[in-house]
């Protein structure tokens, strides 16, 4: 796949995965919120909560879920972002929790859009 391909496949499914988001009430705060060691894909308010959601876009299950893909050290990874965001923008939240949104783009049928709550904790 080439990286044109591949980022169209990542923007098509943090699409479908925001419109998700939206339909079960969430409300999107950022999009693609770069930091010098990657991106949020997602902040988002669900209620008092804030969100910090990572969402995986894959078009088979050959090499396992795309919430599989949610490494431990990529979860790493988005606490520190998450940190680094909440240090800077000191949000007035009740609580932050991390989900993970998996996206399956399958050519003989609808996209199979999957929102996991709590997929992670920050321990």
């Not at 995965?17 to 990657?38: D, H, M, P, S, W």
């Not at 959601?53 to 990874?77: L, S």
């Not at 965001?85 to 949000?91: C, S």
Request: with cysteine; net charge neutral; proline share 3%.
């Amino acid at each position: 796949m080439s990286s044109a391909s591949h980022l169209s496949l990542g923007e098509l499914g943090e699409s479908l995965a925001r419109a998700a988001l939206e339909r079960e009430g969430y409300e999107i705060v950022a999009t693609r919120y770069r930091f010098q060691r990657g991106e949020i894909d997602i902040i988002a308010r669900d209620g008092r909560c804030l969100v910090f959601v990572e969402v995986k876009t894959r078009r088979t299950h050959e090499r396992g879920t795309p919430a599989e893909a949610v490494t431990r050290a990529k979860q790493r990874q988005l606490i520190r972002m998450a940190a680094a965001w909440l240090a800077e923008r000191q949000p007035d939240a009740d609580a932050c929790r991390f989900d993970v949104v998996s996206v399956t783009l399958r050519d003989d049928g609808p996209p199979e859009v999957v929102v996991i709550r709590n997929a992670f904790d920050a321990s």
